[in-house]
């Protein structure tokens, strides 16, 4: 069970697209930068190569590591208006899946080849590699207790020294402002005088900080499902709670009025509370396998991530109804689980690395970690132990100081970057997305899509054709720019909408309910 999970995790995560393999290119960088490029072995219809780029910015003539990237070349060479580089967040999202296997629309194909790289200690790119043992030691209890806190700084401690152990010096070097300097050399390597960037969810803290640091390499940026920066740990714990309750009210709210929702015309609060006091019990047993109890945070992960990319409240209503009644599905499901093959003894894991070196989570002790966390249950009263509020957690025991820690961005960019975001974005919140747009001030433009989910590019054509008209042409959208929601999955409005232009991005798997509830199931 555990195990699973965790596979799930250390797969990566994407923005809507489902991702396959692909085994490294044979192409390598030229002592000068340059990138060769070279039919990609999965994909001959895409380039693969690499680029060399120091280890450590600040020692740009000590060791280095090469960094992977394949490109899509453009559809119309003579519409062509330069690369498109590319990152779908995570932190661990592989950029050359992205480019491989992600769709773009035909314009955006047509005017730019895409580009896409796995970010240092992620992929391909000298991943960082963990002991499987010493994730699955990271203590599974909320933190209540000066002793539970006391085993959560050691847990964490430990898995930062295996992984350093285990990844080499890059380890140390995978913040953030060490990615936007290869971004900036992958720019000058594809020939590109300033950088056109998409950066998806946590690829946005890329966009903001390569605008303020190279402002004048500006062409275009879009942050598409934006991070604010500025928050400490108390603010992030806070604002990450306060848009799960939003995404969660949205939940009930879409439920009350659809008759075709299962718990339509019940008091649906009322239903979860009860399952929730349950799950406190142990009395909510796996349908499909009594001797598994259903948690708390098995409901409250299970209905968040299935809103992260879209508002499956029809399908979240039906699982919940069906695990309330103690339906099964049948034997499958849990035999399944049962065969899974075991993951490899070190696996790729650069979520606690970079997450640890980009913000400062921790807590000086557990009364602090308490007061956070009690802030944040006030703001998400129905998402009891939500584990996207306790995330800085794996961080406690980090050994070193954060090298990109929290602070507002600066920006002096003469061209505008363009911010868009879900008004209800259970990951990166709407208020995140208001936060960043406040410090960029008239640096940066914000369109708003009035929907649910994680993620707006490939949603609905208002918000893709201001997109690509901003990438292509540079229009940046009108001040208060907003696009209208698209109808949730499984309404009758959503199949009829389905069979004419905006068909939405495509449909994702249901996470399962019962989950492994001592990781957290989610990246930005």
């Known amino acids: 069970m555990r195990r699973k999970l965790i596979r799930r995790l250390l797969a990566g995560v994407t923005v809507g697209v489902v991702l396959a393999p692909l085994a490294p290119s044979s192409a390598s960088a030229s002592p000068n930068g340059d990138v060769q490029w070279t039919p990609c072995e999965q994909d001959a219809s895409a380039l693969c190569g690499t680029l060399e780029v120091p280890v450590d910015w600040a020692d740009p003539d000590g060791p280095t590591i090469e960094l992977a990237l394949a490109k899509r070349l453009a559809t119309d060479p003579a519409a062509r208006r330069g690369s498109l580089i590319v990152?779908?967040?995570?932190?661990?999202?592989?950029?050359?899946?992205?480019?491989?296997?992600?769709?773009?629309?035909?314009?955006?194909?047509?005017?730019?080849?895409?580009?896409?790289?796995?970010?240092?200690?992620?992929?391909?790119?000298?991943?960082?590699?963990?002991?499987?043992?010493?994730?699955?030691?990271?203590?599974?209890?909320?933190?209540k207790t000066s002793s539970a806190f006391a085993r959560m700084v050691s847990a964490s401690r430990a898995l930062a020294d295996d992984c350093r152990a285990n990844s080499g010096q890059v380890f140390d070097h995978v913040d953030t402002l060490q990615v936007i300097r290869d971004i900036d050399a992958i720019r000058a390597a594809v020939g590109d005088t300033?950088?056109?960037?998409?950066?998806?969810?946590?690829?946005?803290?890329?966009?903001?900080?390569?605008?303020?640091?190279?402002?004048t390499r500006v062409r275009a940026i879009v942050a598409d499902s934006v991070m604010d920066h500025s928050r400490d740990a108390r603010g992030f714990a806070v604002?990450?709670?306060?848009?799960?309750?939003?995404?969660?009210?949205?939940?009930?709210?879409?439920?009350?009025?659809?008759?075709?929702?299962?718990?339509?015309?019940?008091?649906?609060?009322?239903?979860?509370?009860?399952?929730?006091?349950?799950?406190?019990?142990?009395?909510?047993?796996?349908?499909?396998?009594?001797s598994y109890k259903i948690t708390q945070r098995d409901l409250v992960n299970f209905v968040l991530n299935n809103l992260n990319y879209q508002p499956y409240w029809l399908?979240?209503?039906?699982?919940?109804?069906?695990?309330?009644?103690?339906?099964?599905?049948?034997?499958?499901?849990?035999?399944?689980?049962?065969?899974?093959?075991?993951?490899?003894?070190?696996?790729?894991?650069?979520?606690?690395a970079v997450l640890c070196q980009d913000w400062n989570l921790k807590t000086r002790d557990v009364t602090q970690w308490r007061s956070i966390l009690a802030d944040a249950q006030r703001a998400a009263p129905d998402l009891p132990d939500l584990p996207r509020a306790a995330v800085g957690a794996i961080c406690l025991g980090w050994p070193t100081p954060a090298d990109n820690p929290q602070r507002r961005i600066n920006p002096t960019n003469e061209t505008k970057l363009l911010l868009t975001n879900s008004l209800h974005d259970p990951a990166t919140g709407y208020n995140w997305a208001l936060g960043a747009a406040d410090q960029f001030g008239d640096h940066a433009e914000l369109l708003t899509y009035e929907g649910w989910g994680h993620i707006v590019y490939g949603r609905v054509s208002c918000a893709d054709d201001a997109i690509e008209a901003y990438l292509i042409d540079q229009v940046v959208p009108a001040e208060g720019t907003r696009c209208a929601a698209a109808p949730p999955p499984g309404t009758t409005s959503a199949r009829a909408r389905a069979s004419g232009q905006d068909s939405g991005p495509a449909a994702q798997p249901l996470v399962p309910l019962r989950g492994d509830p001592e990781l957290p199931t989610w990246l930005f």
């Open 194 to 215: 300033q950088l056109n960037f998409l950066g998806m969810s946590y690829g946005t803290l890329m966009a903001q900080q390569y605008a303020e640091m190279f402002p």
């Open 315 to 352: 399908e979240i209503a039906a699982e919940l109804d069906r695990v309330d009644a103690g339906r099964p599905w049948g034997t499958s499901a849990a035999a399944t689980r049962q065969s899974a093959d075991e993951p490899p003894t070190v696996v790729p894991f650069a979520y606690q």
């Open 239 to 290: 604002t990450q709670a306060a848009t799960g309750q939003d995404s969660f009210d949205e939940f009930v709210a879409g439920c009350s009025r659809l008759p075709q929702c299962a718990l339509y015309g019940r008091n649906i609060r009322q239903f979860w509370q009860r399952l929730l006091d349950r799950a406190a019990r142990g009395e909510l047993p796996d349908p499909d396998d009594h």
């Open 87 to 143: 990152n779908p967040g995570g932190p661990g999202g592989s950029g050359v899946d992205s480019a491989l296997w992600a769709r773009y629309g035909d314009e955006l194909r047509r005017h730019f080849d895409i580009v896409g790289f796995d970010p240092r200690g992620v992929g391909r790119s000298s991943p960082i590699m963990c002991t499987l043992d010493k994730i699955n030691e990271l203590p599974v209890e909320p933190i």
